[in-house]
């Protein structure tokens, strides 16, 4: 049976009359956020048609979440409309519900979709240079009530910590890897006195629009917050591994030169770090298991990889932090066959049959999903055995014990590096080879997402990165400069 379409309730949509003065209202649901549902409206007043778009969340917002209640996201969004920062002007927040009528900008999201090289350059320096402007603005003179007054980068750094900590109580189970990490950052606070700017967070490409080379609005303020401007170029650069962004390093320098703010790369690989630890904790569950796929979920593929995908982000950010340049990984031979290949290919064939026969695209990506899985358990039956012995026998020799499993192993692990029996060093390269591990079970399945990792920071840096071993994480390379 297909799935019924979402509708605005009519009390939005009544709403939506009452502040624009329609006497009709159309709406269509288009694809939005990750989180929230994004809708055009189209209102007929009686000066004439007015192009729309609504954010619009029917659940209540989660106390202490990570994401903004639309009211404060518009709240961001209005005062940066009054700086001139390139945003759509806000018509109306909703008082009670989460719904947030906004001017329609024309535009499209998907950077990779630009063909054109130099178009890619172009809108990518233009986005550069927006992101100066926002970060030029002194954020003493932003008047955001739901963020409250700006104050020292610290101050801020160590509330979002905060944060982060209160939501992985809540999860209420263990979490390891996760609240390593918390504390690492706890410790570890840049030590920054330059200006607080306000961080968009989760900047970069996938939440600006784009037209004919330049940028026609920047969108999604739902983790905005105020703090260093490094806190940003972090997530710009994650956002750079899913989605290419022309000459990375290039960039930055452009970024200097028009934001008057010095690349630190420390502080980069800090936020780096900090952008995936707040990003695991929206989803604690998520991080200290070996394979993300949710029960249920009818996209649990696409969750394996990009879980297997930030894992390993997040440990090599961890890795670069606390100084380990590389860890080295027996892995088994390619050409190593089960007595079920076979059976895994006929599988794999079937689903791509199925994703042929289809028009529906969200049945083709969940068919998709669904080749992963298998691609996964191939590996899983083909030389997981083999991989999980390797790790063991390496956990045994830090626990004086065998461990009854790998993730029992890892738990332990933890447990002594957060006693101080084990040195922060020690633990988290062991806990890289580990990862090295799941990534390389998982490598069929992530395709192109596979050798992605965080991209440079300037052409030196990756210069050294042909020293890397076959399954070291290379970074994502682009063709414009």
């Not at 209102?43 to 209640?69: I, K, Q, S, V």
């Not at 633990?427 to 890289?432: D, E, F, H, N, R």
Request: glycine share 8%; proline share 6%.
């Amino acid at each position: 049976m297909s799935k019924q379409p979402r509708v605005i309730p009519e009390e939005i949509r009544t709403w939506i009359g009452e502040v624009t003065g329609a006497h009709r209202v159309d709406t269509k649901q288009v694809s939005g956020g990750a989180s929230r549902q994004a809708w055009f409206v189209d209102a007929e007043t009686e000066a004439g048609p007015r192009e729309l778009f609504l954010r619009y969340d029917p659940r209540e917002p989660t106390p202490g979440g990570a994401f903004h209640p639309l009211q404060i996201e518009a709240e961001i969004i209005a005062e940066l409309h009054r700086h001139g920062v390139q945003v759509p002007r806000v018509l109306a927040a909703h008082p009670v519900a989460q719904a947030v009528l906004m001017e329609r900008v024309g535009g499209d999201t998907w950077f990779r979709l630009i063909k054109d090289e130099g178009e890619q350059v172009r809108t990518a320096q233009d986005f550069i240079a927006k992101l100066a402007a926002l970060h030029r603005i002194d954020a003493g003179a932003l008047n955001i009530p739901g963020l409250g007054p700006a104050g020292p980068v610290a101050d801020h750094v160590r509330a979002e910590i905060a944060a982060m900590r209160a939501r992985v109580d809540r999860y209420g189970k263990p979490a390891p890897l996760l609240r390593f990490c918390i504390d690492w950052l706890e410790r570890n606070i840049p030590d920054y006195d330059g200006p607080t700017v306000l961080v968009q967070g989760d900047t970069g490409p996938g939440n600006f629009m784009y037209s004919g080379g330049t940028v026609t609005a920047i969108v999604d303020w739902e983790l905005a917050h105020f703090g260093d401007p490094m806190d940003d170029i972090a997530w710009l650069s994650l956002r750079t591994v899913q989605d290419t962004f022309t000459d990375f390093p290039a960039r930055l320098a452009e970024y200097e030169r028009l934001s008057g703010h010095r690349i630190d790369e420390d502080r980069v690989w800090y936020y780096r770090l900090f952008a995936e630890t707040r990003l695991a904790s929206i989803s604690p569950a998520t991080v200290d298991v070996r394979a993300s796929a949710p029960a249920g979920s009818p996209d649990a593929g696409n969750s394996l990889i990009y879980g297997m995908l930030h894992r390993r982000l997040l440990v090599e950010a961890l890795a670069h932090v606390v100084g380990i340049p590389e860890v080295w990984v027996d892995l088994p031979d390619d050409e190593r066959v089960s007595e079920y290949t076979s059976v895994y290919d006929a599988a794999a064939a079937a689903l791509s049959g199925a994703v042929e026969r289809s028009e529906d695209v969200l049945a083709i990506r969940y068919v998709k999903g669904a080749a992963r899985l298998v691609k996964f358990l191939a590996e899983v039956d083909r030389v997981g055995a083999e991989v999980d012995a390797a790790e063991i026998a390496e956990l045994a020799g830090f626990l004086n014990r065998t461990p009854a499993s790998v993730s029992e192993g890892r738990a332990a692990l933890a447990d002594l590096a957060g006693r101080g029996a084990l040195s922060e060093h020690d633990y988290v390269a062991q806990l890289w080879r580990g990862i090295k591990r799941d990534d390389y079970l998982t490598r069929t399945a992530s395709g192109a997402l596979r050798r992605r990792s965080w991209p440079p920071l300037s052409h030196a840096e990756e210069s050294t990165e042909g020293d890397q071993d076959r399954w070291a994480s290379q970074s994502l390379k682009t063709t414009a400069n």
